[in-house]
């Protein structure tokens, strides 16, 4: 019996950019760095910063994206419903 694998979705570059230009809509600091750590989302005294590792492949980088703004509770001031609609049609038009 073959088994059924999980198809993952192929994301552009021009992608990536729109979720990066979202987050920096946000107030939210993008850093870069190598290493062995996954990214995400992390909060600093008063600021927000979005790391990634940059070994990571753009497909990993936006569904980082996508989960880590599922999964933090981030204020309103920065999650604004404007914010949050954009990133929701944003998601439809991708699958």
């Known amino acids: 019996m073959k088994s059924?694998?999980?198809?993952?979705?192929?994301?552009?570059?021009?992608?990536?950019?729109?979720?990066v230009e979202i987050l920096r809509q946000m107030n939210i600091e993008l850093k870069y760095d190598r290493g062995n750590f996954r990214g995400g989302l992390y909060r600093h005294d008063d600021s927000w910063n979005f790391y990634f590792n940059r070994k990571t492949e753009l497909n990993?980088?936006?569904?980082?994206?996508?989960?880590?703004?599922?999964?933090?509770?981030?204020?309103?001031e920065i999650y604004t419903p404007e914010i949050r609609k954009r990133i929701e049609i944003f998601k439809e038009q991708l699958f």
């Open 4 to 19: 059924k694998k999980h198809k993952t979705k192929d994301y552009s570059e021009q992608d990536l950019n729109i979720l």
């Open 60 to 76: 990993e980088k936006i569904e980082l994206i996508f989960s880590e703004l599922n999964s933090k509770n981030l204020p309103e």
